[in-house]
């Protein structure tokens, strides 16, 4: 089963940016759909986006679109988050997942994904 592994978390001020990475293994990663989620404190995990494994398939929650972008390199079995115009309400623990369809069926869906990394905690300060 694929491993997963993120990074690029930190503290960051209202506005700015960061990229998130998720570095698979183990798998086939370049037939695995990739998502990524979050779970702010004391809150529910929420879908943030996902992308099919040809990355021409996107998808992103209202709250996202227009400031993340999720993209994947199937040669360094990565995916990324590109994170912009980061405000204080994106503070998360944030999430990569793999599902082993190349199209999610339900990519906003928890339960659709196969394997879970351990998170990388994003905190934006106002």
């Known amino acids: 089963q694929v491993q997963l592994v993120e990074s690029g978390g930190g503290l960051v001020q209202a506005g700015k940016s960061l990229r998130l990475s998720c570095a698979a293994s183990?798998?086939?990663?370049?037939?695995?759909?990739m998502g990524w989620f979050r779970q702010p404190p004391g809150k529910e995990r929420q879908f943030v986006a996902a992308?099919?494994?040809?990355?021409?398939?996107?998808y992103y929650a209202n709250s996202v679109k227009g400031r993340f972008i999720i993209s994947r390199d199937n040669a360094k079995s990565t995916v990324y988050l590109q994170m912009n115009s980061l405000q204080p309400e994106d503070t998360a623990v944030y999430y990569c997942?793999?599902?082993?369809?190349?199209?999610?069926?339900?990519?906003?869906?928890?339960?659709?994904?196969?394997?879970w990394g351990q998170g990388t905690q994003v905190t934006v300060s106002s």
């Open positions: 183990g798998g086939t990663f370049s037939t695995y759909a």
């Open positions: 997942a793999a599902d082993d369809q190349k199209i999610p069926t339900l990519p906003r869906s928890g339960p659709t994904y196969d394997a």
């Open positions: 992308i099919s494994w040809s990355p021409d398939i996107t």
